[in-house]
Structures are given as structure tokens and as C-alpha cells.
């Protein structure tokens, strides 16, 4: 058998609009700066909650408010907006379904939330597209913690050497390496402003086309 772990956001998903319009909304409920995707795509990975405070220290505006609060209302905003202007990295679908007709256990690993990653799932038709979904907030870990691939690997009944990891960022490879997975990264992703390459992924590819004739040479 072989199992096929893919990062969600800046690999599957680009969900960086998005998350800059609702993170947007709430700076400007609080009277805070606004700021740039440019600057959201080099702040996401983390989970929303980093990315949220991030976006706060960086702008100027009152700082007695509540963090709860400022939370509550991003929660509300990324719920109405999450899905909503994101699109497909090329070849998403044609490779999921391809994985699939190959026999290919296929797996979401993302740093996002439960509650968001399901609507963004939802809004692009993906909700029963894979075998397991692990998100930020499903284990006591998240990426980079290496507890998250042996996770998925003991709940598909898979091998470290019969699975393969993709991700855009240097979060997903050194999660896949720490726990002893191949790891293919694309380049058109959000690696905090770097280039892939320099986080030294196992192979660097254009997009993930290849990713069932990997399994196919094993």
C-alpha cells in the first residue's frame, strides 16, 4: 500500500486572499492598520491564531483591547470568508482522483483549525476527498511536530518508507523529515517569504502531478 500526506494552504489551496480579508475586517473593527496579502502570505503556517497576533504587533492602533475579543470577531470574519475567493494550485483535482484510481491512501495535514478547514473543504467540493484529516487544533501537537505524520501513519496502517509528504513550506519538510518521510515541496507556496530550495526538501517539483507515478516506481 502507500499513503500521500498533503499541506493544505499554498500547496492544495490558495487561501491567502481570503485570510487577508478577514483578518482585515477585524484590524479595522479595532481601529487598527490594514495590511497586505503580500504580508499574510509570509505569516501563514502556524494556524490562524499566530498568524491573527502577528497581523496585530505589525499594525498601529489601541492596544487595551481584549485579546479574546480580537479573536472573536477574526473567527467570525475568516467563518464568512473562508472559501470564499480561494482557488486551485494546478492539477489538484486530476492528481487527487489519479492517487485515488492508483489505490493511493491520501491524507490533510494543515495547521488551520477544524472549523475553517472544513468550510474551505466544503466550498471546494474536497469534504470526502481524503482518507484522514489531521488539523491544527484535531492532536495535543501540530506541524512541525513529527507526531502528526506518526499519527497519520499508524491510523492508515502505513509505513514511514511507503509514504511521501507534500507541503510548500519549511514547517511541512521539517515535519516530514523529523519523522522519517519523503518530502516533496512546490515552489509557489507560502514559505515566509524564502525559497522552497533552501529548506531542503527531498525534491522540489513544479506542482504535484507527479505524486501518483511516485508510488508507481516505489
Known amino acids: 500500500m502507500a499513503l500521500v500526506m498533503y499541506d493544505l494552504d499554498g500547496t492544495l489551496l490558495d487561501t491567502a486572499a481570503e485570510i487577508t480579508d478577514a ?10 492598520d490594514l495590511v497586505s496579502e503580500e504580508q499574510v502570505r509570509c505569516w501563514i503556517g502556524q494556524g490562524t491564531g499566530w498568524l491573527m497576533e502577528t497581523a496585530w504587533k505589525a499594525t498601529a492602533g489601541p492596544t487595551e483591547t481584549s485579546w479574546g475579543e480580537v479573536m472573536a470577531r477574526f473567527i467570525y470574519h475568516y467563518e464568512a470568508t473562508a472559501g470564499t475567493s480561494s482557488t486551485f494550485f494546478p492539477h489538484v483535482l ?4 489519479k492517487a485515488r484510481d492508483y489505490g493511493v491512501k491520501q491524507a490533510l495535514v494543515t495547521n488551520k483549525e477544524r472549523r475553517f478547514t472544513d468550510r474551505v473543504l466544503q466550498k471546494h467540493g474536497l469534504t470526502g476527498a481524503f482518507d484522514l484529516i489531521i488539523c491544527g487544533d484535531s492532536l495535543k501537537v501540530k506541524k512541525p ?5 506518526h499519527h497519520c501513519l499508524k491510523a492508515l496502517d502505513e509505513t514511514a518508507g511507503s509514504s511521501l509528504f507534500v507541503g510548500d513550506s519549511e514547517t511541512d519538510i521539517s515535519t516530514a523529515k523529523a519523522a522519517g518521510v519523503m518530502c ?3 515552489p ?3 514559505n515566509h517569504g524564502r525559497p522552497i530550495n533552501e529548506s531542503m526538501p527531498d525534491r522540489v517539483v513544479p506542482d504535484i502531478r507527479d505524486v501518483p507515478n511516485y508510488f508507481r516506481h516505489m
Open 145 to 149: 511536530h513529527p507526531d502528526v505524520i
Open 94 to 97: 486530476d492528481t487527487l482522483q
Open 184 to 186: 516533496w515541496a512546490v
Open 188 to 190: 509557489y507556496g507560502y
Open 23 to 32: 483578518v482585515n475586517l477585524t484590524l479595522q473593527e479595532f481601529d487598527h
